[in-house]
């Protein structure tokens, strides 16, 4: 096994918390038609379109020509997309510091819409510490294909066998793994802890 010198971190549901729900608990009080909205309108491969590049302008008018009744929740989301990021994983970010401090090449890569991420870094702003991060709008392209994890290696000079990602993805970890690159699924802090520990990586 290579040394392991460069650490990359997913961001979402490893440092941060992410939930669309959250906000739609108040936005559609109604159980049933909250999860209908959630599965068939604002779902997840529409959300990651956003992620892969696509503005919010467009993403929200494919939206309303369909469903047009549902205008105001459709652009709820972006409006209170910042409820759906309510706090950071104490224990996650710990270690991410603490590895920076230790001499390890710490760097991000995430699947994010560029806008919003400017705002969750305002936010947080942990994620100024790392050395650098892809975000996945930026470069319009989205884990867990191929070019983005090539990309991040080109960006920062890493070499795919000394990498060790950290995402809570089963198929984004596999990605990276088919990219070169070592990979642990991210599961808690403690977990992450015994992972690394496994590397030859204490924290």
């Not at 990359?8 to 209908?36: A, N, Q, T």
């Not at 070019?147 to 080109?154: E, K, S, T």
């Amino acid at each position: 096994m290579s040394e392991i010198r460069h650490i990359v971190f997913d961001i979402g549901k490893v440092l941060i918390h992410y939930d669309p729900e959250l906000p739609f608990r108040r936005l559609i009080p109604d159980e049933e038609k909250r999860r209908w909205f959630l599965a068939e309108v604002c779902t997840p491969d529409w959300n990651i379109e956003q992620d892969r590049g696509r503005a919010w302008e467009d993403a929200e008018a494919l939206l309303i020509a369909d469903y047009p009744d549902e205008e105001e929740n459709i652009r709820g989301f972006r409006l209170n997309w910042h409820e759906m990021v309510p706090h950071a994983y104490e224990g996650s970010v710990a270690i991410l510091e603490a590895l920076i401090e230790r001499g390890y090449d710490v760097t991000m890569l995430t699947n994010f819409a560029s806008d919003t991420f400017v705002e969750a870094r305002e936010r947080y702003r942990f994620l100024e510490k790392p050395r650098g991060v892809t975000v996945s709008g930026d470069v319009r392209a989205i884990k867990p294909d191929r070019a983005i994890f090539d990309h991040h290696v080109a960006a920062f000079s890493l070499d795919p066998k000394g990498t060790l990602f950290i995402d809570d993805s089963p198929k984004n970890v596999e990605g990276a793994r088919a990219a070169g690159w070592n990979a642990v699924l991210f599961k808690d802090a403690e977990t992450l802890r015994k992972d690394l520990a496994g590397y030859g990586i204490e924290v």
